[in-house]
């Protein structure tokens, strides 16, 4: 689906990350992993068509992705931003449904189906009677949700998601897991996410990409990846690894 | 779009109202039936001659210089996402004003000073578009500040013009520099202008929706947020100099009346771009009205009108509990 061949990312005076290569495909759930500032939002943003990458190529489908109008893109990718700029002032519905431009067919307004697909996803994320609410009277975690039922609403076939998990509470967290990888395994779409907490890949994902500070990537299946090794070689500390039935997991050794 | 309806129908009605208004006050008396009739079934008279030749254009001139300046803030204030934005912030009514003022001093009538009010206002803005657009850097931070710093010259140089200029002169460059639509002319280019712009607003509202929230955000539900910045300053630059060229300096109308519809409720713009028109036109037919006939024969610059008239109002609309 989506396939980065040796792309370079670097911002102004540093490179992030170099050479990288893998391929999304159709039912996998990637993780993005590394320490603060190794590039996870600025590799997100290079492969939603958001933001440079120096050297390689990122295929979607077969085709770069500055061809092609931006529309049609956003009906293949859907990119959650890590932050917005500025605060919505309408309802939460409203908000939704900006999900729905890439598909919309008029310029006078939503057709029923943006409306039913808006409505949806709002019930998909738990905020079905949130939608006559005013945005700004949203708590933080609540407004996460809205935001990924506005993705939800936009309905790409590639999620790339930077920290889907913000600001969530543990019961969310595993209700926003759960949900795309229902999506992954039974519609066959791709997820990509940036994730911090080490709780919930070895669980979830099918695949990790670990970025690490010298510029280095190690990209593949999660259960490869995945170890208390690698972990404590990228967050650069001592971890604690718990097994629990099938379970993996890691929490620093402090 | 059902939940404003009742709004959009008074404003609608306010709309109507405010230009039956213009219609009918002034300082020779025409009755509210005669007004009906002249509009409906036009007989040649003084009545009418008044009417169509006086009262009309100087209405329509003013309802359309409101609904450009509103128009303008409200695309302003998404392109720069900044509340305080309003449509002089690029430096338009500076350039302007130091065109009609340069031709006021030279003597120039009317025609020559609006053409030198336009010359002023196509230099701000080629000025700030050639600053701020270069080599695709959009940085909204740049244009605000370019056109921030370019009215605080401008200001300065139409102060020195004012120190200068013969004592007669200062009255007449005061009143433009206010606002006065006094010397409007002609208004109907300005009305094709505002349906045109208003309706490519609308076409484009969901566009306008998402960039409100950022330029990756509207980038990445596909809207090709080079162009449609472009777009915003170019429409807001060409609403702004028309409404200067109309009514001079008014201000208070584009910071304000975006706001005030905000405030009613309104947050999209398929209807916040609409009813921003219409109440801003409204809001400055009835300011000019007044300024024609409170202190009649004498008329005030509804520069002061549109303050005097629109300070209480929004602070009202401010302190009303949600």
Partial sequence: MLSCDAITLSVPGRV????????????????????????????????????????????????????????????????????????????????????????????????????????????????????????????????????????LAQAPRLFLLDEPLQHLDLRHQGAVLTLFRRLARDQGRAVMMVL??????????????????????????????????????LYGCRLQEFVQGAGRYFLPDV | MSRSLPLILALLAAAAASLFAALLFGTFPIAPLQVLDSVFFPVPGVVHDVIWQLRAPRALAAFACGGLLALSGTLLQVLLRNPLADPYILGVSGGASLGALAALTLGAGAAMMNAAALAGALAAIVVVFGLSFRRGDRNVYRILLTGVVLSTGLSALISLMLVIAPQAQVQGMLFWLMGDLSYAGDPSWACLVLVGLTALGIAHSTRLDLLGLGELKAQSLGVGAAQLQLGIFLSAALATVAAVVLGGAIGFVGLLIPHAVRL????????????????????????DTLARTVLAPQQLPVGVLTALLGVPGMLMLLGRRR
């Fill in chain 1, 16 to 151: 992030l990350c170099r050479d990288m290569t893998f391929s999304i495909e159709p039912g996998q759930l990637w993780a993005i992993l590394g320490a603060n500032g190794s590039g996870k939002t600025t590799l997100i943003h290079a492969l939603g068509g958001l933001g440079p990458y120096d050297r390689g190529t990122v295929l979607l489908n077969g085709a770069t992705l500055a061809s092609g109008d931006s529309r049609r893109r956003a009906r293949e990718i859907g990119v959650l931003l890590q932050q917005e700029d500025a605060v919505f002032w309408g309802s939460v519905l409203d908000y939704v449904l900006l999900g729905r431009f890439p598909h919309a067919q008029s310029w006078l307004g939503w057709s029923s189906e943006d409306e039913q697909a808006a409505r949806a996803a709002l019930a998909e994320v738990g905020l079905a009677e949130f939608a006559p609410r005013r945005y700004t009277t949203l708590s933080g975690g609540e407004r996460q949700r809205a935001r990924i039922a506005q993705i």
């Fill in chain 1, 196 to 233: 911090h907490d080490t709780l919930w890949p070895g669980r979830f994902c099918t695949h990790a990409l670990l970025i690490h500070d010298d510029g280095t990537v190690r990209a593949g299946a999660a259960s490869e990846v995945l170890n208390r090794g690698s972990l404590e070689q």
């Fill in chain 2, 264 to 287: 009613l409720g309104v947050a999209n713009h398929r209807q916040l771009l609409p009813l921003a028109v219409l109440l801003g036109g409204t809001f400055l037919t009835v300011a």
